[in-house]
């Protein structure tokens, strides 16, 4: 049950009344009409802005449309009180079964509950993490990973048919130079004393590609020229290099279905489907020849000073309009990219999510206009920029990594402090903030490290049900009897504040997912947790609000509704966000 979507519900039917009898116009928009938790909970439980937005619209003004509204909403009977605020907001109070209604549906669903109904369509493509494979993860890249899954977790939850994407960016000079640096490795796999020179990949995560090569080829690379050779290194060092990001991923409980090669698009079983977009694209008169001015404030690898085929993409929202293909003939990486996103649309994904770091937020006005241009205004791309991670031990900036050369990777970080640690620490935090990530304060078992505050909650619920076993030994705690417990005498106002909270939790998910911002329910778990140990300490000064009281069965059976309602939810959340729910903490 979505308390606010009844309550939307409720406020359309009234205003279709309104319109019916003719104080209202008929067929009013009501596109920004919201109904959501009133900002302080001694004005109501609810509030709405219909009387605000729709005033203009209705030929009148906010607070007489207010007034017409609260006295047809006044008639449905669990709206106990209905007031006016300020100009025109309407504040709503509901009687306390809407929430005990609301609490015996999240104890009856448990993990279910706040799981959208099935939507399958439009499917929706979460592309994220697509880190260039030419070495071990860095912390960055784990912020774009835990990102991109939890969205897609939440909007799985939400009901959307959801497919997750890894890029592969295997074509390009980049790869060229993976591969004559694993050439130095597999040269001292054979016994030569190398020396790595500046340009090429200095980290020793590149020895084992130099084994398996050595194994492989024995000295027949030796004798080889260069273009020979390096198709076959640059092969098996992407292999090599793919297997270890999917192994750092799966460290991380992140797993992708789709793995796409940038390389592929060149050659689709012999098709070039770059060439084939550009074609498109010159077929519908959206490339030109034309001459562009140097970039302003930035470098961009794909300007020359020529006449060149230019993409119109000020046409579809972006600044200028770009180049596909260089001096050269060959392609420039946003034809790649144009095309590859293009692929997404023609695989059955007009939603597309693409999480990047924050230093590529100069390529999206391009992106999101080429994919309008190449679906024809059918597809639509959001990117989701990932704020660069500041990884810290007490305080103070850690030092770099041996193993990869230049930075500390992501699955020593993993290594140190755990998959939950860094996977809720991740999105407890806007996206697009910068984050300092301390790996001593990651693992404090405290109540200022969230992830144990969070964790512990949940632990505490499974406590008090260990509690109530030993109390009452006979007791049924199975979900559907605890549905039956009389919920009515959970009367105090912090219990009832939980329950609104717990309310809040199926619009937590609806809004993480539409808006695309995880961190919504990390923050919401946190807000639960934090008021479930708050109700916890205040038993402790006030015996009546104990969970487990073994004078009273009936009241235990209540409160153990209540604290099943309050677990599931904290489960639900954390599994969205990929983090283990314990039973205990030791």
């Known amino acids: 049950m979505n308390l606010f979507e009844t309550y939307s519900a409720r406020v359309a039917a009234a205003l279709a009344a309104l319109a019916e009898r003719g104080a209202l116009p008929a067929g009013l928009d009501l596109g920004r009409v919201v109904v959501e938790p009133t900002k302080d909970p001694a004005h109501g439980d609810l509030a709405t802005n219909a009387a605000m ?63 959208g109904a099935p939507r399958p369509q439009p499917k929706v493509n979460v592309e ?18 835990v990102f991109g899954d939890a969205l897609a977790n939440i909007l799985a939850f939400a009901g959307h048919d959801v497919t997750r994407e890894y890029y592969i960016n295997d074509a390009g000079a980049q790869v060229d130079v993976l591969a004559r640096s694993a050439f130095l490795r597999y040269r001292e ?10 340009g090429l990949y200095p980290g020793d995560y590149l020895v084992s590609v130099g084994q398996s090569l050595a194994k492989a080829h024995g000295e027949a690379l030796l004798a080889k020229p260069e273009a ?42 012999g098709v070039d489907v770059v060439a084939e977009t550009i074609a498109d694209l010159r077929a519908r008169d959206l490339i030109y020849q034309g001459r562009l001015p140097p970039p302003k404030g930035q470098k961009d690898e794909d300007w020359e000073d ?42 059955g994904f007009p939603q597309m999510i693409d999480v990047w770091g924050a230093d590529h ?13 190449v679906t024809a205004g059918q597809g639509a791309l959001d990117v989701k920029l990932c704020q660069l991670v500041k990884l810290l031990r007490n305080g103070e900036p850690v030092k770099m990594s041996k193993r990869s050369g230049d930075f500390v990777t992501l699955r020593e970080v ?128 006030s015996p009546q609000l104990r969970f487990v009281n073994q004078t009273d069965r009936e009241s235990t059976v209540a409160r153990l509704a209540f604290v099943h309602a309050v677990r599931s939810v904290l489960a639900s959340g954390l599994a969205v966000a990929g983090v283990a729910a314990p039973e205990e903490m030791r």
């Open 306 to 347: 020529r006449e060149q085929a230019l993409f119109r993409a000020t046409q579809f929202g972006d600044d200028v309009d770009r180049p596909l293909l260089k001096s050269d003939g060959s392609y420039t990486y946003f034809a790649n990219d144009i095309a590859y996103h293009r692929s997404k649309f023609i695989r």
């Open 128 to 145: 994220y993490v697509s880190a260039n494979p030419t070495g071990p993860m860095h912390v960055g890249h784990g912020r774009g990973a």
């Open 414 to 541: 993993i290594d140190e402090v755990g998959r939950d640690a860094v996977r809720f620490m991740m999105i407890f935090r806007k996206n697009d903030a910068t984050l300092d990530f301390d790996l001593a304060k990651v693992v404090e078992q405290s109540k200022d490290n969230p992830v144990f505050y969070v964790q512990y909650a949940h632990a505490r619920c499974a406590s008090i049900f260990r509690q109530a076993r030993e109390a009452f030994p006979d007791l049924d705690v199975t979900p559907q009897a605890l549905a039956r417990a009389d919920l009515a005498r959970l009367t105090d106002e912090a219990e009832i504040g939980i329950v609104k909270l717990i309310a809040a939790y199926p619009r937590i998910i609806e809004g993480a997912a539409a808006a695309h911002e995880p961190h919504r329910v990390a923050f919401f778990v946190h807000e639960l947790a934090s008021a479930f140990h708050s109700l916890w300490n205040k038993g402790k000064d």
């Open 53 to 115: 937005v729709l005033a203009k619209e209705a030929g009148t003004n906010p607070r007489a449309l207010a007034a017409l509204l609260v006295e047809e909403l006044a008639k449905a009977p669990e709206i106990v009180k209905t007031e006016i605020a300020g100009p025109g907001f309407i504040n709503l109070t509901l009687q306390p079964s809407v929430f005990t209604a609301i609490l015996k549906d999240a104890v009856e669903r448990g993990l279910d509950y706040g799981r």
């Open 228 to 269: 020979e050779w390096l198709p076959l290194v640059r092969s098996a060092a992407i292999d090599g290099m793919m297997a270890m990001i999917r192994d750092d991923l799966a460290s991380l409980g992140v797993v992708h279905e789709v793995f796409f090669s940038e390389r592929s698009l060149q050659n689709d079983g």
């Open 189 to 198: 796999a054979l016994g030569e004393t190398i020396t790595i020179p500046e």
């Open 361 to 373: 937020g100069g390529y999206v006005k391009r992106m999101q206009a080429a994919v309008k241009a």
